[in-house]
DNA sequence: CGATTCACG
DNA sequence: ACGTACGTGAATCGG
């Protein structure tokens, strides 16, 4: 038998994108509700096994009951403008999908739908509905069925209403359903209803009565009651809202559906519009051939006369390209490019050594003055002895640099963002293949090493034209480029660990662990996994009744915010704040750390560069960024962080640099003069913000004043601060005002700042360092503010960046120049911990101030704490 | 694999 | 009216 599929395109689009989160595609067209929408169809198309669909869109203009329900009440909501621009896109879609589109001038969708339905069966289709919209339900029938998506933690869940479902869940048949619409109205359909009649009164009445009709036949032997008053009162808007509700049966449809078959959707056509959308997840549906869109040839160098020869011409190259192929830490090969027709895949192995490349290939740059580029230099260090005098270019590191948004910045990221060529993905190509010796015979695998090298050969005059249109070239070549060698140092000399003394700890969490999970599972009256924030919900305000459990989204709360406010609640409550910090420091830290932990006693963890929106760097694989100090307990662990025999750390930190950079760029008399005459900071906010002489301003107004502070580098809102102070959001919105009147240039600082953005869609740095903050284009209102808070901290968070990464460039270089033994172990953010000979103390010392003080020049000082100590906890 | 929680600046 | 502070990474749970 065939089957119809019958698809509201308006409600779906609509569920879709506000179902999905937002997406867009690298040049900022919106994707989220197509995406959303091919889902759903795709998915119910399969189930169904629909021989032929048809979707129904609104045509824009107005129609027939937007007029009469306009005249009733005014204006209607139009849709957002990231919803509106993906219409079109959809309607091209479905169309290259041979998806057959219906649209009436002067019909909506479901009236469309409602007639298409009952022509469906009239030839004897099996019908299915696919709409987001209850309104629907009224054409369900015995064999008309009509499916509700429903998206549920993210998942996408189908409702099916036949016309029986339809009885069951609402008492009513799909007929009588228009009357109950007529009764209770639909808010989201702008149907207005009877005023004071929800589901539970429309259904009873109707139960009751039959009908609207038999309602208000019988409307006058009802007994007084307000809701028969509203009924008399509002008849014509119950019959007005019934009109509204009912779908009409006869529109003129100008085609059969023979002309609706589903045949072919995943043909070459739809696949170059799903390419142009970047929709990725859909392209493994597709078996159409993918067009090679970069030729080249390549060329497999596996014996000695050969790669001498390449060589030859390497040396005359002015510039070169290359990819150090790995498997597992080994080195397998290069691939290089020095024309756009080739690719060389150059195999290591007897007479063509690893070793051997590598020092050819440091003498291109230096001694034949060729210019190299790759994808990601700092992961090639530990093969290839570059410095950073040789100046090889980044590609990735330029991609980040102009889109710091992005997840990553592989080859085809790459290649598509700026030449507009979609290659294979790494996955795509490779799978889960292990390379070897062999794979450079194999086609596939040729294919993907010649796209690594040949790559970043095409993009980069691509990036660096843009890095000089946007003012980043110096950015580029003089602060990240060489901050990428201070980093790769860094992770090579990783920092040493005291491997028994972090057991020690462990097993000292440990045993208090034990006592304590005993100690809740018996105040509890059973076991259950404490870790598990879901039984623990249940437990503490389902068993235990414990009030309050309000914070929710899918369940109850119990992080430690909401478990303080109860600490004197209940005697487990405190026993699970100690166990949580406590099974933090022992899986994070203790047992974390430990697997990290090198036969050379040191941790080597990554340094990110290409990570952060803002300019950060960031740590992982062990995140040494995020040790412990602000508790004791957890500050401890510090204490296994040692230097190596005859060293000391010498640890240097800014001192609110955060803040001296917004005093600086907002160029604020009154903060500046604070910190030239480097009075205490929170202390001089305290006394304005509340209204007391400086000498009277005690800790907690501090406190306070403090909490303001961090407040404006973050983009201050009074819910926010209220929030963090405990405070109410008027009485917060007081002390931001207060805030303002004091530091009136900051305001105008952070006003302005809003406003550039949103004129440029991008926030930059002293340094010139950009932040694209798409999120300030948006109609939503929480997606926008989100997107003004952002544009309020970048600034000043990406200039404090800025500054560290020039003191770490320059400090770096002074310990090479000056033949220091010292070296650099740990960056974390305003930090800088340099492990020192015991003889270079007070040279290390001496010279990381100064960098560090003198990274930039600005209004106010930059202050440094610097500290001495046999470990990471004594040096801080 | 997303959500929750929590460690840091 | 909308419901949040900015920027990260890791462990854990549960679908």
Known sequence: MNKLLLIDGNSIMNRAFYGIPDMTTNDGRHTNAIYGFLNIILKVIEEEQATHICVAFDLKKKTFRHEMYEAYKGTRKG???????????????????????????????DDLIGTLSKKGEREGFAVTILSGDRDLLQLATDTVLVRIPKTKHGKTEVEDYYAKNVVETYGVTPLIFIDMKGLMGD???????????????????LAEYGDL????????????SKMKQNLIENKDLAYLSKTLATIKLDCPIPFEFSEATYNDPFNAEAYTLFEDLELKSFYKRFSVEKKEELTFETVLIDEIDGYNALLAKLQKAKEVSFAWITQDGEALGVAVCMDLEHVYLIRFMMFITEAMVADNLLALSRDYQVQLACMHVKKLLSFLNFHEEDAVFDAGLAAYLLQPNQSEYEYDTLAKVYLDVTLPSDKEMLGKEKLGYFSFEDEKVQKWMA????????IKSVLREKLKETGMESLYDEMELPCLYALYEMEKNGIRVDGEALHQYGKKLRTRIEELTAEIHAMAGEEFNINSPKKLGEILFEKLGLKNGKKTKTGYSTSAEVLEKL??????????????????????????????IRADGRIHGKFHQTVTVTGRISSADPNLQNIPTRMPLGREIRKVFIPEEGSVFVDADYSQIELRVLAHMSGDAALIAAYQADED?????????????????????????????????YGISSFGLGQDLDISRKEAEGYIEKYFATYGKVKEFLDRTVEDAKKNGYTVTMFGRRRPIPELASSNFMTRSFGERAAMNAPVQGTAADIIKIAMVRVNRRLKEEHLQSKLVL??????????????????????????????????????????????????
Not at 86 to 91: F, G, N, S, V, Y
Not at 567 to 590: D, M
Not at 834 to 843: A, C, F, G, L, P
């Open 213 to 224: 009709d038999g309602v208000y036949a019988a409307v006058d032997s009802m007994k007084a």
């Open 681 to 713: 900071i929170h202390a001089i906010t305290a006394s304005q913000v509340f209204d007391v002489p400086l000498d009277q301003v005690d800790s907690t107004l501090r406190r306070k004043a403090k909490a303001v502070n961090f407040g404006i580098v």
């Open 79 to 109: 849709m957002p403008e990231e919803l509106h621009e993906q219409m079109p896109r959809i309607k091209e879609i479905l169309q290259a999908m041979h998806i057959r589109i219906v649209e009436q001038e002067g019909f909506e969708a």
């Open 567 to 596: 600490t004197n609640a209940h005697p487990i409550i405190p026993r699970i704040l100690e166990y949580r910090q406590l099974t933090k420091l022992n899986s994070t830290y203790a047992e974390g750390l430990a697997g990290y």
């Open 451 to 458: 796209y690594q090298a040949i790559v970043p050969y095409k």
């Open 187 to 205: 808010t989201s359909d702008n149907i207005p209803g009877v005023p004071g009649i929800g589901e539970k009164t429309a259904a009873k009445l």
């Open 827 to 876: 960056q974390i953010h305003d930090e800088l911990i340099i492990e020192t000979k015991k003889e270079e103390v007070e040279i290390v010392q001496k010279l990381l101030v100064e960098e560090m003080m003198h990274a930039a020049e600005l209004s106010v000082p930059l202050l440094v704490d610097a500290n001495v100590g046999n470990s990471w906890y004594d040096a801080k």
